[in-house]
C-alpha cells in the first residue's frame, strides 16, 4: 500500500503558516515595524519600490541581535518575547507569536544585518539560510525583503496593484506614528520621500499626520483627541484606535465613543479620533487574528462604559459644549426593534410628511395578525408590515447615509468578485477586504438585521436591483412581529417618500370604512 500522509517539509510549513500572517506587503512592513518598537529603536526608516513587491527595507536603531540571536530569529516560533503561559497571557510587546520574521523569510528573499555589539548579516532565500558572516553595523537591525511571494504564484496573482499597496503601507506607518510620538519614521516609496516625522509631543505628531483634533479626552485608562461633531464624516476611516498602544479594530468602541458624543452627532455619522485605550493586559485577548487587527475584551460593558464616560467627559471640560446639537434627542424607546434599527434622521430627508400624530389619542395599534398591523385611527387602517419592511428598507438602501449599526464583530463573508465591495457600500453596508475573497462587513443600515444578513446577501444574489432585494429580503426573513414593532414599523412608513406601495408597487395599507367593511363581508359571504 502507498501511504497517502507525508509529513510536510519545514519549508513548505512556513510557506503554509506565512500566508496568515503575510497578507500582504503592508503586513510585512508591519510587522517589521513593530519588531522594530518591541527592540526599543527611536528610529524606524522605511523604504519600499514597486509596493513593496520588488523591496521593503526597515533599519532601526533598537537593539539588535547577537550572531545567535539572528541566527534563531528566523526560525519559526523563535521568540525572544513569550517564554511561559503566563506571558501570552499578560502580553506587552507587539509581537509575540515568533513567526513572522520565519514567515516572511519563507516567501522572499531577505537579508539581514543586525548588531548588538559587533555586526552579522544574513541571507536567506525561500527561507533556508544561504550566506552569511561577520559585518560592520552600529547597534541595530536592518531588514531587506525582495521579491515577496517570489515562491507563492498563487497569492502574487491577487496582489493588489503597486499603488493600492503603497498607499495601504502609508497609512499603516502614519497609524502607528501616531501612537509613538517620541519616534522618527520615515518613509521613501521609489526614492521619494513621503513621510518624515521627528519627534514630538503627541498632539503635535496627530496634528501633523490629521490635521487639528481640537478635543481632548483625558480620563481613567482613556486618552486621545476627537474632531468636533460638526467635521463627523459618513465612514470610519478617520478613526484611529489603540488599545495599549496596539492599532485595533473594534467596532464596540466606535460605538462607545458615538455614545459618547450623545446627542452631538446624528445617527449616521462617524466622528474622526485618535484614541489610545490602557487596560490591564490580562483583560484583553488580542490572540484573536494572526495579524492582531482584533481585540476581544473580557468586560466588553466596562471598557464601552470606559470609553463612553471618557468622550463625554471632552465635551464637558472644553468648549465643544457650544457646539450646535444637530437633533432634538429622539424619546428614549423601549421596544427592542426600534432600539437597534431606528435612526431618527433615516428617513428625515423624505421632507414634507411632517410626522404628527399622537398614539394615546389619535391611533391605536389593535392587534398584529400574522404579517398584518390592525391599526385604529379615524378609520380602521389594515397594514401589510412585510410591505411595509420593503418600503423602509428600500428607501434606506437607495439613499444610504452611512451605516447605522457597528456590528460587534465584524460578519464575514466570501465575495468572489471585486466589484461586490463597492455595490455593498452603495447601500450604505459598511465593509473591507480581509483576504482576497473575503469581506469583513462592519456596519448594516436600518431595518437590515444582522441576524437575518445572510437572507439579505441571498435575496441580493437573487434580486440584484434594490427594489426587489428589498422585497425579498422583507418577505424571507420570518419575522414575529410585537405590537410595537409593528407600529414603529408604521410611522416609518409614513416618512417614507412614498408610503403607500412597497417597492414593488404592491399596497401597503388599506383603511376600513364603514362602506368597504360592508363590501368586504358581502363579498366574503358568497
Ligand atoms: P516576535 O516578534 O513575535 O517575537 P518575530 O519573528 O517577529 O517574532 O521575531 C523573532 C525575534 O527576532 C524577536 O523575538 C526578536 O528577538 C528578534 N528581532 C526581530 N526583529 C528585530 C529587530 N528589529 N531588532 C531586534 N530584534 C529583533
Ligand atoms: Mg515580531
Known sequence: MIAKIARLSEPLINQIAAGEVVENPASVVKELIENCLDAKARSISVWIEGGGERLIRVEDDGCGMGREDALLSLERHATSKVRLQEDLERLVTMGFRGEALAAIAAISHLEMKTSEETGYWIRAEGGSIVA???????RGTTIEVRSLFFNVPARKKFLKSPSANTAQIIRMIETIALAYPEIFFSLRTDGKTVLEVMPTAPKKRIEQLLGSMPHEVASDHLWGFLTPASEAKTHRRGQHLFVNLRPVFSPLISKAVKAGYGVRIDERSHPSFVLFLDIDPGSVDVNVHPQKRE??????????????????????????????????????????????????????????????????????????????????????????????????????????????????????????????????????????????????????????????????????????????????????VKKRFTLEEAHFLWQQVQRCKESKFDPKGKRIWASLDETRLRTLLDLLSD
Open 132 to 138: 552569511q558572516g561577520p559585518c560592520a553595523r552600529n
Open 295 to 476: 481585540v476581544r475584551f473580557a468586560d466588553e460593558a466596562k471598557v464601552f462604559q470606559i470609553v463612553q464616560r471618557g468622550v463625554a467627559s471632552a465635551f464637558e471640560t472644553s468648549t465643544g459644549f457650544a457646539e450646535s446639537i444637530s437633533f432634538s434627542p429622539p424619546p428614549p424607546c423601549p421596544f427592542v426593534f426600534l432600539e437597534k434599527t431606528a435612526s431618527p434622521r433615516v428617513f428625515q430627508e423624505s421632507g414634507n410628511h411632517a410626522y404628527a400624530f399622537d398614539f394615546t389619542e389619535q391611533e391605536r395599534p389593535l392587534a398584529v395578525v400574522d404579517g398584518y398591523l390592525l391599526l385604529q385611527n379615524a378609520s380602521l387602517l389594515l397594514i401589510d408590515l412585510r410591505a411595509a419592511h420593503a418600503r423602509v428598507l428600500y428607501e434606506s438602501l437607495q439613499s444610504p447615509q452611512g451605516a447605522a449599526q457597528a456590528l460587534l464583530w465584524p460578519l464575514e463573508i466570501l465575495a468572489e468578485e471585486e466589484t461586490v465591495q463597492t455595490e455593498l457600500e452603495a447601500m450604505g453596508i459598511e465593509c473591507r477586504w480581509t483576504g482576497k475573497k473575503t469581506l469583513a462587513i462592519d456596519a448594516l443600515p436600518p431595518f437590515l438585521e444582522e441576524n437575518d444578513f445572510p437572507q439579505f446577501l441571498q435575496a441580493w444574489q437573487e434580486g440584484k436591483r434594490i427594489d426587489d432585494v428589498a422585497n425579498r429580503y422583507a418577505r424571507a
